[in-house]
């Protein structure tokens, strides 16, 4: 059986979208979508979570948005990292891998560290 | 985009929110039907995999940030409707407040102009008045000035004399204006500027060499002059005597005296180019030469400036006036009336807020009248809270749906509060607006004389600041109960159906904090009647006392002819002709002249001796003194006791007689008959008595009667008689102006100040008690009027509620007439309770209000017993409405209704 998808905090979402975005604009289906493939289906982003929260990145400074066009066309909403976002998404890296070491020490340090 | 973009583009952003998910669900869609879903098929599961649109649009816009504002936005609009739609209670309540508060500004801005506001000059607080504690000699002579002036280098000092009225030629007629004689340094002591030309300073009170110049004020520049620059320099005719114009003083200046406007100030020096002859005591000197130089006549008021502490320079000044008082009394030798000399003290009081008569008479008037109004407030808020509370409850079953369907109890209470706020400002608004009306309204009361008192009154913004705080207090306060109440989770009690006939959510606690509320009004309304009608009594029993004078059928014209510079020698003729002048009018019976007047009193006062008269030791037998013309006491409608009136045998060459009243008779001839007995200031054989009158009230309605000695004006010719007295045969309302005209006629350069009856010169005696009796009967009408509002609106409110109980005792054969009697018992009982608890707070209060009342105490049952009964058949009244009302209730829709 599959596992099923594991929720996420709100915390780790907002890390998600930033690195998803970091390496090019994209909408806000196409930033699902990436999470889904490039975490090999293992997370999901619950819909109802993933436009408020990037409008609460959008409102924060750390996501710029533009409305453009798509391969196909249809006109969509953009988001790209801004440098403030830059700055913050290092940040969170760094704790996420201050908590991830720190877990894995405590469970028996069996895990590798995370890369990052 | 900013968070201020996003609070106004709001309509742009949801559109775009919109455009976002819909591209979102449709690209989905687009996948799916690509990998062989069909077209319907596809959508259904695209829009079940995205979830609830509208809670996600919810989140996305609760993640801008702004929404706490479009709530507020949508609270106040929310709160607009529901107002707009129960007319009735927001008119109760907005009317309510705008009383409350618009009384209470308008009452505390007269307060503040009169009594607390500083005066507009640089540092007020170092500004002082130097007075002796012998109150009546608080002048002092221009040498005694100087001499104190300079044993204290270190402060400031210039004198002044009181404003007093100066007579101006304005484009040939004669006006009267408001002037004030001032040493040089008058305005560089207080720190005014000047708007045009120049000020006085040290030149221009030179003994040697008086100037004749004079500065105006610059309300007089603008009326007179349209401010423009041709007045520095022109020539102005005051009492005869022509003076330059030299300079224009600051804006807003209008001397030191609260309460009235200078319009002109001279030098000192100027006294006798004035003919100013006021307010002055003589010690050995001689009046009709310049006073400036004379060490005998104590004239001026002297003000100075130093910083606090003042105490070094108290003892300085005191130091050299006591030196003065022994040179003073130097061939004084009865050790008894020296030590009453030498006990004299210097005093520095405080000026920084001015010198003021009408303070003095009326602080303690409006001490009350403050007091009176914070009461009606409490009335008002009182209603607001009982209607706030009122409505609540009416609304327990919306409240309990909107819970129910997810609303959170922090937003509904958000809500109620935004309510009784909104309510709250526009009751203050309201208020505030009439107390813009209210404050010039009242000052004009409160004025004793015919135009309003010029108080500098701004809208203070600490007025503005305490009424919207008192406003919104109330809102936040009596919106909060019900607010709490009512988001209870229990609440959703009310929607089951059994909630129709018992109220949810009544329990304890709300019917009783009503009625508490409204007996509380009651009591409070029973104050303000109780204060009221002792007030008004009071002046009503000061208007009736007699005051000796025929009141309603004599009137009085007055003026100063020593103002309009007329010689002594031409004064016999101008009486006669005046006297003449005003008997041919018709409706008049006769006229005369006379010097000061029968109420206003007159500081005029000498010892004398009196035939077969010892007086005791240490008594000086002083008499006051009036000048009268012919058939003065049958003109002002006197009673004679004895002897007779003057007449034309009484003339410069015939003997010197007087008429004396009852409290002279009584004193110095006891027991005998006055008549034909002789007195004098140095011998008894100087002055004949030929008459007898009753005592009048001359000092004044509350003042003691004085020992009066009248003499006829045609023996004593350097008196300049101030009025004309014309009695009336019948009606009284053409007369003034006829008078007027006639004066005008006869001699053109002679300005009539005004021409009123006596009875009108005698409330302006009590101006005090007039306006406390007027005011406080209408801010006790209001107050029983606002409490009669809030009564009748809790009844109604009860009823409404009760409808069904009401219904069902009908349905059971229940008459009209008992429903109606049990509603009025409920009605009255408050008010009963209400008015019995008012009384016993009236009793203790009366105590502080003792000495403003005459003829009555505080405790009066009369008048406790009346204002009771006022109360209680208002109370009735409220609710009769409610009653007939409730009565013809139809049991079957009452019962139907929900």
């Known amino acids: ?116 | 985009m900013s968070w201020l973009g996003r609070v106004f583009r709001r309509d742009k952003l949801d559109r775009e929110l919109d455009k976002e998910l819909r591209f979102h669900v449709e690209t989905r869609e687009a996948e799916l039907r690509s990998s062989g879903a069909s077209p319907e098929e596809a959508r259904r599961r695209a829009l079940a995999e995205f979830g609830g649109v509208e809670p996600i649009k919810e989140q996305a816009r609760d993640a801008r940030g702004t929404r706490w504002i479009s709530d507020i936005g949508q609270d106040v609009r929310y709160a607009l409707r529901m107002l707009r739609a129960n007319k009735g209670f927001t008119a109760a309540a907005v009317l309510s407040l705008a009383v409350g508060l618009g009384a209470n500004a308008a009452v505390f801005r007269v307060i503040d102009g009169l009594l607390l506001r500083r005066l507009d000059v640089k540092n007020p607080q170092e500004l002082f008045l130097v007075e002796t504690t012998d109150a009546g000699t608080s002048r002092f002579s221009h040498p005694a000035y100087l001499a104190l002036a300079e044993a204290a280098p270190a402060a400031k000092f210039a004198v002044y004399t009181a404003p007093t009225s100066g007579q101006l030629l304005i484009d040939g007629s004669a006006e009267l204006h408001n002037f004030q004689l001032v040493s040089g340094n008058w305005f560089s002591l207080l720190g005014v500027p000047a708007a045009a030309g120049r000020l006085f300073d040290s030149n221009d009170d030179n003994a040697a060499s008086p100037q004749p110049v004079a500065v105006i004020s610059d309300a007089f520049w603008l009326s007179n002059f349209g401010r423009a620059r041709s007045a520095i320099g022109s020539t102005l005719t005051l009492n005869n005597t022509k003076v330059t114009i030299i300079g224009v003083a600051a804006e807003g200046f209008n001397g030191i005296s609260v309460g009235q406007r200078v319009d002109v100030w001279a030098p000192v020096t100027m006294q006798p180019g004035l003919n100013y002859r006021s307010n002055a005591s003589t010690d050995n000197a001689d009046q009709s030469k310049p006073w400036v130089s004379q060490s005998g006549i104590a004239w001026l008021a002297v003000i100075g400036r130093a910083p606090e502490p003042r105490g070094a320079l108290l003892a300085v000044l005191e130091g050299k006036y006591h030196q003065q008082v022994e040179a003073r009394i130097a061939d004084i030798h009865d050790a008894s009336r020296r030590a009453r000399f030498l006990r004299d003290r210097i005093l520095l009081t405080d000026a920084s807020r001015g010198v003021s008569n009408l303070r003095d008479t009326l602080a303690p008037a409006l001490t009350v009248l403050m007091g009176m109004v914070a009461l009606v407030l409490l009335v008002a808020c009182a209603n607001l809270a009982n209607l706030l509370l009122a409505r609540g409850s009416a609304r327990s079953r919306e409240f309990a749906l909107r819970l129910s369907i997810g609303a959170r109890r922090g937003r509904l209470i958000r809500q109620l509060l935004t309510e009784s706020v909104t309510l709250a400002l526009i009751g203050g608004a309201a208020g505030l607006l009439l107390s813009i009306w209210g404050a010039p309204a009242l000052l004009r009361l409160v004025s004793t004389t015919s135009t309003a008192a010029p108080l500098v009154m701004p809208m203070d913004w600490r007025i503005l600041s305490f009424g919207f705080g008192v406003t919104v207090l109330t809102g936040l306060l009596f919106g909060l109960i019900p607010a709490l109440r009512l988001s209870r989770p229990e609440m959703q009690d009310a929607l089951k159906a059994g909630a129709r006939v018992v109220n949810a959510g009544s329990r304890r606690g709300r019917p009783q904090v009503a009625k508490v509320l409204v007996a509380t009004q009651v009591a409070v309304s029973m104050l303000l009647v109780v204060g009221a009608s002792l007030f008004v009594q009071t002046f009503r029993n000061l208007m009736h006392i007699d005051i000796g004078v025929d009141r309603t059928a004599v009137l009085d014209a007055r003026f100063d002819t020593r103002l309009a510079g007329f010689d002594e020698s031409r004064l016999p003729v101008l009486y006669a002709r005046l006297i003449q002048a005003a008997e041919q009018l018709p409706g008049v019976k006769s006229a005369t002249i006379g010097l000061v007047g029968p109420v206003t009193g007159s500081a005029r006062t000498s010892g004398i001796v009196a035939e077969r008269y010892q007086p005791p030791p240490d008594e000086d037998p002083i008499v006051q003194e009036e000048y009268v013309g012919p058939r003065y006491f049958t003109t002002l409608g006197m009673r004679i006791v004895a002897g007779r009136d003057f007449d034309e045998r009484d003339n410069a060459r015939g003997r010197k007689v007087a008429v004396i009243n009852e409290a002279m008779a009584k004193k110095f001839f006891p027991g005998l008959d006055p008549v034909g007995r002789g007195f004098g200031y140095d011998d008894v054989k100087e002055i004949e008595v030929v008459g007898v009158v009753a005592d009048v009230r001359f000092n004044g309605l509350k003042g003691k009667v004085p020992r009066l000695a009248y003499y006829p004006i045609a023996q004593h010719g350097d008196e300049f008689a101030k009025n004309l007295y014309v009695r009336a045969a019948g009606a009284t309302s053409t007369l003034p102006s006829a008078i007027k005209d006639a004066i005008r006629r006869v001699e053109p350069g002679l300005a009539v100040r005004e021409v009123v009856t006596i009875d009108e010169l005698a409330e302006r005696t009590v101006s005090a008690e007039r306006l406390v009796s007027r005011l406080t009967a209408a801010f006790g009408f209001l107050g029983v009027f606002v409490a009669c509002f809030g009564l009748y609106g809790t009844i109604a409110y009860s009823v409404a509620r009760r409808r069904n109980e009401i219904g069902v005792r009908l349905a059971l054969g229940a008459s009209p007439s008992s429903v109606r009697w049990m509603v009025i018992r409920e009605t009255l009982l408050l008010a009963v309770v209400g008015a019995v608890f008012g009384a016993v707070l009236a009793l203790p209060l009366g105590r502080y209000l003792s000495t403003l009342l005459y003829g009555l105490s505080p405790r009066d049952p009369l008048t406790l017993a009346a204002s009771a009964a006022l109360v209680v058949i208002v109370g009735a009244l409220a609710g009769a409405v409610p009653a007939w009302r409730a009565s013809r209730v139809n049991p079957t829709s009452a019962l139907r209704a929900d």
């Open chain 1, 1 to 116: 059986m599959a596992p099923k998808p594991t929720d996420l905090l709100q915390g780790t979402l907002d890390l998600l979208i930033l690195k998803t975005v970091s390496l090019e604009p994209l909408h806000g289906y196409a930033i699902a979508a990436r999470i889904n493939a490039t975490s090999k289906a293992l997370l999901q982003v619950p819909q109802g979570s993933l436009y408020p929260a990037l409008h609460r990145l959008e409102n924060k400074g750390w996501l710029a948005a533009e409305w453009d066009e798509t391969s196909t066309g249809r006109e969509a909403k953009f988001y790209k990292l801004t440098r403030a976002g830059r700055q913050q998404l290092e940040h969170e890296l760094a704790d996420w891998k201050r908590l991830t070491d720190g877990i894995a020490l405590i469970l028996g340090g069996a895990e590798e560290p995370s890369r990052s």
